[in-house]
């Protein structure tokens, strides 16, 4: 993770609540909203849980606890920021995640507007107090010129479009405004009017989510892009985008049904500090083609972690054409629970975190990762993390790490993430991507280790402990 963003991570874990109580307490637990014409507009403080017809951003907002149901459009005004990220529920103890957010609409971004959605572990719910809201986007979501867009674990069952933007030269600086009692940077406005951005750059991001529709990123001027672990039903495209950070345009370990595209960035799309390749089912073109090798991670990845050597040479675009098809298990035997877990916020919604062990079993990836400590995604075994409705719905994340799996002869280390909804009467499916691949050898010419390279993705379904695995599998 890059220094900043693990800044952005304990900014707003540390200073989140600070936030979202200071506006509240300013306001008396009456947010500055107006309701005009069935439109809620909120020029400044928290959104409290409820129903909402359309709503309009002008100030400095946040989203902190319950859930909150948006039935018209959400826009963002030039200038204005909406902050979905920041912890503030539950609204007793250590905040955990933000309101969950349901828009029925479209959502659009506007001139030097800024919008962040969707809170995971990658963000802001990081462990010990670790979440996933889950929001969704029944329409469109249109960035014209925004200065930044971040969104997590958020399913948009339209197009995803960022066109312009990015806050230009000030953004692609990557100049982050200083804590307090420093001024306002004027320049990176309204980014540096949240406190919980404090010592983070302008940036952009789109992680863990779904898109129903297209994805296209055009003309953006910051100082970082991710685009990282989404799955994609629509084509994709980057285009004539420029950064401030040479460990920039991390584009990886996206599942793109339709055509990928990329031309004309600078720089031009990497591996960064490590990624599974993209899965294209479609064709690919330009930086992006199915002909790009690349080093993973790359010089700048490697540079950023501070670390020497040189990343493994792969494909940075695989077609799921390449991929072979295997069936398998998934068995996980429940060995702890996070501290102070299962936690129920504001909604009535249950938080779960379940420590677990896994074998895999079958004709794909064989193998069992024992948990037996450390950090939860990170060592080896299963981190299960997730929220169980009031209705018995559910929505989760495993994050599985086996140092010594076996496929197709070789065996080492594979990651990967799960993303499952689970029903009343106790079945669960969903869809799972390999996240690792690649790896820093010594020199150019030193021996790959096994499973360095594998790619694939699946999905699963099952009830109780064991899930039927659908496993399409290769190398890059």
């Known amino acids: 993770?890059?220094?900043?963003?693990?800044?952005?991570?304990?900014?707003?874990?540390?200073?989140?609540?600070?936030?979202?109580?200071?506006?509240?307490?300013?306001?008396?637990?009456?947010?500055?909203?107006?309701?005009?014409?069935?439109?809620?507009?909120?020029?400044?403080?928290?959104?409290?849980?409820?129903?909402?017809?359309?709503?309009?951003?002008?100030?400095?907002?946040?989203?902190?606890?319950?859930?909150?149901?948006?039935?018209?459009?959400?826009?963002?005004?030039?200038?204005?920021?909406?902050?979905?990220?920041?912890?503030?529920?539950?609204?007793?103890?250590?905040?955990?995640?933000?309101?969950?957010?349901a828009i029925s609409g479209d959502v659009r971004v506007l001139h030097g507007a800024a919008l962040l959605l969707g809170c995971s572990p990658n963000i802001s719910c990081a462990p010990p107090a670790a979440g996933i809201t889950f929001d969704t986007i029944h329409g469109d979501l249109t960035a014209y010129g925004a200065q930044g867009v971040v969104l997590h674990d958020v399913a948009v069952s339209g197009d995803v479009q960022i066109l312009g933007g990015g806050g230009g030269a000030a953004g692609g600086s990557c100049a982050a405004q200083a804590p307090p009692p420093a001024p306002i940077n004027t320049l990176l406005a309204p980014w540096s009017e949240d406190p919980a951005?404090?010592?983070?750059?302008?940036?952009?991001d789109i992680e863990d989510g779904q898109i129903g529709g297209d994805l296209r990123v055009v003309g953006l001027a910051t100082c970082w892009l991710g685009t990282l672990r989404n799955w994609i039903r629509g084509n994709t495209s980057f285009a004539h985008d420029t950064f401030g950070d040479p460990d920039a345009m991390e584009i990886g370990n996206n599942l793109i049904w339709g055509d990928f595209g990329c031309?004309?960035?600078?720089?031009?799309?990497?591996?960064?500090?490590?990624?599974?390749?993209?899965?294209?089912?479609?064709?690919?073109?330009?930086?992006?083609?199915?002909?790009?090798?690349?080093?993973?991670?790359?010089?700048?990845?490697?540079?950023?972690?501070?670390?020497?050597?040189?990343?493994?040479?792969?494909?940075?675009?695989?077609?799921?054409?390449?991929?072979?098809?295997?069936?398998?298990?998934?068995?996980?035997?429940?060995?702890?629970?996070?501290?102070?877990?299962?936690?129920?916020?504001?909604?009535?919604?249950?938080?779960?975190?379940?420590?677990?062990?896994?074998?895999?079993?079958?004709?794909?990836?064989?193998?069992?990762?024992?948990?037996?400590?450390?950090?939860?995604?990170?060592?080896?075994?299963?981190?299960?993390?997730?929220?169980?409705?009031?209705?018995?719905?559910?929505?989760?994340?495993?994050?599985?790490?086996?140092?010594s799996c076996t496929f197709h002869g070789q065996t080492g280390l594979v990651s990967f993430r799960m993303y499952g909804v689970g029903y009343p009467n106790g079945h669960a499916q969903g869809v799972f991507l390999i996240t690792s691949s690649g790896t820093i050898l010594p020199t150019s010419s030193s021996p790959v280790p096994g499973?360095?390279?594998?790619?694939?993705?699946?999905?699963?379904?099952?009830?109780?402990?064991?899930?039927?695995?659908?496993?399409?599998l290769g190398f890059a």
């Open 1 to 101: 993770m890059k220094a900043w963003r693990l800044a952005v991570v304990l900014s707003i874990a540390l200073s989140g609540t600070l936030a979202v109580s200071g506006v509240a307490g300013a306001s008396r637990g009456s947010p500055r909203l107006a309701h005009q014409r069935h439109a809620t507009v909120c020029t400044g403080g928290p959104i409290a849980p409820g129903d909402y017809g359309s709503m309009r951003i002008t100030g400095i907002c946040t989203m902190p606890t319950g859930h909150v149901n948006i039935w018209g459009d959400l826009t963002i005004a030039p200038g204005a920021l909406l902050d979905a990220v920041a912890p503030g529920d539950p609204t007793t103890g250590t905040p955990i995640v933000p309101a969950s957010v």
């Open 197 to 204: 951005l404090v010592q983070t750059p302008v940036y952009s």
């Open 263 to 403: 031309w004309d960035n600078s720089p031009a799309p990497q591996f960064g500090q490590g990624a599974a390749p993209d899965l294209v089912n479609g064709h690919a073109f330009g930086q992006c083609s199915f002909n790009t090798v690349l080093q993973n991670p790359s010089a700048e990845g490697i540079a950023m972690l501070g670390q020497t050597g040189v990343g493994v040479t792969e494909h940075f675009v695989v077609s799921m054409h390449a991929l072979h098809t295997r069936t398998g298990t998934h068995t996980a035997t429940n060995v702890a629970t996070l501290p102070s877990y299962p936690v129920t916020t504001s909604s009535g919604d249950s938080i779960f975190a379940e420590l677990n062990s896994f074998t895999l079993a079958g004709s794909g990836i064989t193998g069992t990762a024992t948990y037996s400590g450390g950090p939860p995604g990170q060592a080896p075994g299963e981190a299960d993390l997730g929220v169980k409705h009031t209705n018995g719905w559910s929505h989760f994340v495993l994050y599985d790490t086996c140092t």
């Open 451 to 472: 499973l360095a390279t594998l790619t694939g993705w699946g999905t699963f379904s099952g009830t109780g402990s064991t899930y039927t695995l659908v496993e399409h």
